[in-house]
């Protein structure tokens, strides 16, 4: 069984407030070459995840031994550039990022509607390097995470970018997360719902997934039939050192004769096949440090 405990390896908020130190003091290119020393320490020495790592290329994707290596490396500098971008774009720091947005329009569309909407992701690229276009929208985004940390990285990010349309909602035992969605919701904002983890408990849905058994947890998918909004599917992955390349796909919604669990099954094969198809052009941007696969 997958292995994730609900919290990124590491200190996050230490990572945020060291990247956001370097990028003010000594500027963006002194930060993207301190990461290349940091990607290659982890390549050294976290063996574990260096492990799952290795297993994802050599085994889902099929490279060699060599290529599988040299992957594992250059995946670790993808997540940590995708960090520092992340800090850049929500600290207003000065960038030269360019943007190609497909499938914006869908996004207008669910902002327009007046009854908020859904944006399904995945822990791989970078979508909130995108926030040019989130911002764009003139509507909230809410960030729905397990991680116990992110509440001071939710204070901290708040106090550098002023709090300008970003929300983080964290899960918690009391279910208070599902009241907060649909305060959001009612509020015409977004909620942004990552499908691909779950914690020891939740109910799955065992799919099979770039050759290979992992389960999915089926919450996310649920809670966009329980509130019946219209769902989008949303990735940012970097495609040069300062372009991104934002996808939404078009609207998802439930249709009146569809049951819940008809609606849940047919979004998470839709979820999943364009997962696939994107882990496949962007195979470095994939960033589950842990046993994905059972």
């Not at 040299?70 to 971008?85: E, G, R």
Request: charged share 20%; hydrophobic share 40%; aromatic share 16%.
């Amino acid at each position: 069984m997958p292995t994730w405990h609900g919290k990124s390896q590491g200190n996050p908020l230490l990572g945020y407030r060291i990247v956001y130190f370097v990028c003010t003091t000594l500027g963006v290119n002194a930060a993207y070459l301190l990461l290349r020393f940091v990607a290659f320490y982890f390549f050294l020495f976290s063996w574990t995840s260096s492990g799952h790592s290795y297993r994802y290329f050599r085994q889902r994707l099929h490279y060699g031994v060599i290529r599988s290596m040299v992957n594992v490396y250059q995946n670790y500098y993808a997540f940590a550039v995708t960090l520092l971008d992340k800090v850049i774009v929500m600290g207003g720091i000065e960038n030269e990022f360019t943007y190609t947005f497909d499938g914006e329009e869908h996004l207008r569309a669910i902002a327009k509607g007046n009854r908020g909407g859904i944006l399904l992701s995945a822990h791989v690229g970078n979508w909130e390097a995108a926030g040019y276009l989130l911002r764009r929208l003139d509507t909230r985004i809410n960030v729905v995470m397990y991680d116990a940390e992110h509440e001071g990285i939710k204070a901290y990010l708040e106090r550098v970018t002023g709090g300008r349309n970003l929300n983080v909602i964290v899960i918690k035992d009391d279910m208070s997360h599902v009241y907060a969605i649909g305060e959001a919701l009612r509020k015409n904002e977004l909620i942004c719902l990552h499908a691909d983890r779950f914690l020891e408990g939740n109910k799955t849905v065992p799919m099979n997934f770039l050759g290979g058994r992992a389960r999915f947890p089926e919450g996310p998918f649920v809670l966009a039939a329980a509130f019946n909004a219209p769902v989008s599917i949303v990735f940012a992955f970097k495609e040069t050192s300062n372009h991104y390349h934002f996808y939404g796909s078009p609207l998802i919604q439930r249709a009146e004769p569809e049951s819940k669990q008809a609606f849940v099954t047919r979004l998470m094969g839709t979820f999943l096949q364009q997962l696939e198809h994107k882990v496949h052009l962007y195979p470095h941007q994939w960033f589950n440090y842990y046993k994905f696969w059972d």
